[in-house]
């Protein structure tokens, strides 16, 4: 039988996919790209058809790569992650083969001096393209581009290990308890799973250990103080010269080693800090801008965030330490709003909360949603939605995949299982996967979601949105494509406001066995929830985000990273409560030292006031107001990465992006 993986036609045949398909489809499929590549790298006279070419080859990569990685992430087995990890070498061979080909660069440098400069999407592709050329060393001398190899390989194995410190610390802290009164308040569930590991391993009582969840049941619920003052002293002790495991596992020396790394690569490419080089691709133009942004955020948050703190402390009757303000806040939450995230499942079932979902982007762009039962899926929870326009043409596809189950990976997202493109004898439209962990429907009763759950999915609907309502044809600039990290988010934080729309409330709710829709009282005390301590959680992520950022701005080599004193600096600035000295929170920041957030953990507060301020028109206007919406559809969801992000956002607003809606959408500055 013919490898499924290898049609070129339709959409993927996900049932007849079989882990030893895997391989053999990713490595002739290499193969025969490769072959491509080499042909356009020879051809003479130099046209735009080589670039589309190289666009083409990426789309069949995709085509073959997106199922394997996808099914992995929802329907893994051994033997498929065996498979999909084989794979993993070969696939990053290629992509350094592309993102270093001196040939190709000479290539589209040629073709960026010849284009017509009228021709703005194309002019766009080989201005891209080149950026990531340069970004990977490509046109440095060789001596040094064997070094900028050299670093960013280390720069990946430092971080690794951050992260690899980071997780073994946190899995070997364990607290075992045997008097049930030191565990009051923690829920059911996490006790449960506690007791049973201290069963496995031969201990009678209670075993409770650090991973995320119990860390939060711990110091967001637990009665004793002193469990939580244990636990938050190992949380922000992890991997670090302090706390209960202290010098095992330090990451203070790779923190100095990671800086020193990124700051040399940057360094190399003509950059003054890794931090202008982390903007080379992102939506915010220069290091001042950055922090101005930041600044500003945190001077208008930081009198809101003390004047909570104050609130809190008053109804805790003492002043709050950190290992406290989870816990009453919790309590504070109960006895202020008396409403818990389960009370309202009820009332919304997932097929109701759908079928709301469906009516809200149907009204704000004409779109026709409906299910096609008779498409291939990867399990019997899934379902294949087509997606088309008022006049009935179709635009695309999403597969729904809304369950938790086992071997599913955890969380919720969108991905692309097919990218528009549009080329000479090929009009692919483009195919999402949107992908959740809700609780599963029990025996006759359907999923009921928590208002946080009905959030997430329309949060991960503007990520659909994004993906399937671009007209951009090339696939490296389509939907999400090329669209720089500090904007991604904003279709999808955009569509989350719908979500807590009175209006809207009535066509997501109903009870799923009387139909009743949510009480009034119950949808403003929902309301009211939303703006809850805002003020502190803005300056927490503030205060990260302009650690982050000083730290790659502000490197001087023969100083180190100065990670403490940095941290201090900005604490003092930004923050409104004072942490112990044993506090270690550099050591923990695996975002920034172990992955890929390094100089970018402000762009989450940059998409959040982007969003907010794209919805401010809508409200100036009206929510379903047609001409703003299309206006947004054609300035942002259709444009992709084709046009510079600021540049769009202007020409939506028509100025730019403005901190106020924000502000007020959380409370922290009042209307006028
Ligand atoms: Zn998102």
């Known amino acids: 039988m013919k490898n499924p993986l290898l049609e070129t036609e339709g959409l993927p045949a996900f049932n007849f996919i079989r882990p030893e398909h895997v391989e053999a489809a990713v490595q002739q499929t290499l193969d025969q790209q490769r072959a491509k590549l080499r042909q356009t790298e020879k051809i003479a006279a130099v046209t735009f058809e080589s670039a589309e070419e190289l666009e083409r080859i990426q789309d069949v990569i995709h085509r073959v790569w997106s199922p394997i990685a996808h099914l992995n992430a929802v329907l893994s087995t051994p033997e498929l992650r065996d498979a999909y990890n084989n794979c993993l070498p070969m696939i990053a061979e290629f992509s350094t083969e592309m993102a ?3 040939t190709l660069y000479a290539l589209y440098s040629q073709l960026e001096q010849d284009i017509d400069p009228a021709e703005k999407i194309k002019l766009r592709l080989l201005s891209h393209t080149l950026r990531d050329f340069r970004l990977s060393g490509v046109s440095l001398p060789e001596e040094e581009r064997v070094r900028f190899k050299h670093l960013v390989m280390e720069l990946s194995q430092r ?3 951050f992260e690899q410190n980071l997780m073994d610390a946190t899995d070997a802290f364990k607290h075992h308890e045997v008097n049930e009164e030191a565990l009051v308040g923690i829920p059911d569930m996490v006790l449960r799973r506690a007791k049973e590991l201290a069963k496995a391993q031969g201990h009678s009582g209670w075993l409770l250990t650090l991973d995320p969840p119990t860390y939060l049941a711990v110091i967001t619920h637990a009665k004793n103080e002193d469990l939580r003052a244990h636990y938050y002293e190992a949380w922000v002790t992890r991997a670090s010269d302090q706390g209960p495991q202290a010098g095992r596992w330090d990451n203070r020396p790779l923190i100095e080693k990671i800086a020193s790394l990124r700051h040399e690569s940057a360094l190399l490419l003509g950059f003054n800090n890794y ?11 220069t290091p001042e801008e950055v922090f101005e942004f930041l600044q500003n955020l945190a001077e208008k948050s930081k009198p809101v965030a003390r004047a909570e703190l104050e609130d809190l402390s008053e109804f805790a009757g003492r002043a709050v330490e950190p290992w406290n303000v989870a816990y009453y806040s919790e309590q504070l939450k109960q006895t202020r709003f008396g409403l818990a995230d389960d009370e309202l499942r009820p009332y919304f079932p997932l097929p109701r909360v759908l079928q709301g979902l469906f009516k809200v982007v149907e009204k704000l762009f004409g779109l026709k949603i409906r299910a096609n039962y008779g498409i291939d899926a990867w399990h019997p929870d899934v379902t294949y939605y087509e997606v088309c326009a008022e006049d009935k043409s179709p635009i695309g596809g999403v597969f729904t995949d809304f369950f938790a189950r086992p071997n599913k990976r955890g969380g919720a997202w969108m991905d692309e299982c097919l990218v528009r ?20 429907p029990v025996d006759s009763d359907p999923s009921l979601l928590t208002h ?3 959030v997430t999915l329309f949060h991960e609907f503007g990520h659909t949105l994004h993906h399937l309502l671009t007209e951009v044809d090339y696939p490296s600039l389509s939907g999400i494509n090329g669209v720089p990290w500090d904007a991604v988010e904003l279709p999808s934080q955009f569509l989350e406001n719908y979500a807590w729309l009175p209006e809207v409330l009535p066509w997501i709710s109903g009870h799923y066995q009387t139909g009743q829709p949510l009480p009034a009282e119950t949808l403003a005390t929902l309301n009211a929830t939303r703006t809850f301590q805002a003020g502190l959680s803005m300056v927490r992520q503030i205060e990260f985000a302009l650690f982050d950022f000083r730290l790659h701005a502000e490197y001087v080599p023969d100083q180190g990273s100065r990670a403490e004193e940095i941290l201090a600096r900005t604490r003092q600035e930004v923050a409104v409560m004072e942490v112990p000295s044993f506090n270690r929170f550099p050591n923990t920041f695996s975002h920034v030292f172990g992955g890929s957030y390094a100089a970018g953990y402000y762009s989450y507060k940059w998409a959040e006031v982007l969003a907010a301020d794209v919805f401010s028109a809508f409200e100036e206007k009206g929510s379903f107001d047609p001409e703003t919406a299309k206006h947004f559809r054609n300035c942002i969801l259709a444009t992709g990465g084709s046009r510079d992000a600021m540049d769009v956002f202007k020409e ?11 502000l007020r959408q959380t409370g922290i500055q009042l209307e006028g």
Do not use: H, I, W
């Open 652 to 662: 939506f607003r028509g100025r730019a992006p403005s901190l106020d809606p924000l």
């Open 421 to 440: 493109c549009k080329l000479e004898g090929l009009n692919q439209q483009p195919v999402a996967y949107l992908v959740c962990n809700f609780n599963p």
């Open 452 to 454: 946080d759950d009905v």
């Open 159 to 161: 971080q690794a290990a």
């Open 275 to 285: 931090a202008e080089f982390s903007l080379a691709t992102k939506m915010a133009g």
């Open 100 to 102: 270093q080909n001196g």
